[in-house]
């Protein structure tokens, strides 16, 4: 065979690899005109390599970021060296839809992509290569475990039958209160709050309707408060809020309110409408108390005090 046939063979081959090749393959000239679309290119964007040819990428594809991928490309050209982007830090380039069944759970392909440089034989860039890598598995993998994290972390820090902060990170708060109000002396309020008589309600109604009652007080107190109070769950059927820039006279409304609400709600539990009420403590942080643990127990015994004075009633510290 003769050399120069070789050659064409080993070019025929060499075409047919490219554009079978699981990476889409794109060259443009200097004017973002379309000189070369493989097959990855042809079936993911529905637009064949002869209806493109010639043709300006933006044209076609209007959502590709002009300004940012000509910026890429000047600078690819001028310094004659490759350029790269992943999906972290663009998605994807071209909009092509997610076809992979196992990461269904994706829209858009995530892609990096590579820019190269083409030379010509007088060594001046000519035409500029992009290269498009479908990452979606990975993307995906990647998202799938932050969600997860994501979750765990919320997970942990919240109580699973009301959504509230759990005690633990709910006294976390209370304690940077304190030192924030030791810091800027503004005033702040506690309130500790607790179902009467629930023991009864588990009694009469059973512990899963006792879980309903819980959860329309944690419902019930949140839709009656501000973005910046926090609310937690102190206990099985206690609950605490910090109320921050309020003074006790300001908290004594606002529990006032929530105590009303309760009084009057009813639940509508599987097994019978239930009415119950709450009693509730608050202490405004005042020069005293030593530390959060000392304010907490101001709120506590406001509290006690409620359940001793007949309950359904809210008691302010003195
Ligand atoms: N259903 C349900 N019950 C709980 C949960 N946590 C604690 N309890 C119950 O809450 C009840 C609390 O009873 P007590 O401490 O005697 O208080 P109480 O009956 O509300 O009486 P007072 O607070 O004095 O008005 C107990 O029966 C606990 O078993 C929970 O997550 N779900």
Redesign the pocket.
Known sequence: MAIDELEAQSFHWLVDMLESVEVGLVVLDLEFRVQAWNGFMENHSGITASKIRNRVLFELFPDIPEAWLTRKVDSVALLNTRAFTSWEQRPYLFKFRNTRPITGTEDYMFQNLTISPLSGTTGQVEKICLMVYDVTDIASGKRALERANEQLAKLSMTDR?TGLLNRGTWENLVDAEFERYRRYNQATSLVMF??????????NY??????E??KDTAATTKTNLRQSDSIGRY????FGIVLPETDAEGARIICERIRESIEHSVVQTSVAPIRYTV?VGIAQLGDKPKSYMEWLQQADKALYAA?KGG?NRVVVFE
């Open positions: 039958l607790d179902i009467d008589f629930f023991k009864k309600v588990n009694d059973g512990h899963l309707a006792g879980d009652v819980i206990g099985g059927e206690e009693s359940k309950r």
